[in-house]
């Protein structure tokens, strides 16, 4: 079962990657998703 909880903190790590790569490529469209408080987003980008 160790592949089952290495396969998820994989995920985890290729979603910040793929978001970072994805802010990177849109620039500003992470900071418009942040104007709007989505409570899944979270609060850590405030000016």
């Known amino acids: ?10 995920v985890d790590l290729d979603l910040v990657g793929a978001w970072n790569w994805y ?16 409570p899944n987003f979270g609060d850590d980008r405030r000016p």
């Open 1 to 10: 079962m160790s592949l089952r909880v290495e396969y998820h903190e994989f």
């Open 23 to 38: 802010e990177d490529q849109e620039h500003g469209l992470g900071d418009r998703l942040h104007q709007h408080r989505h």
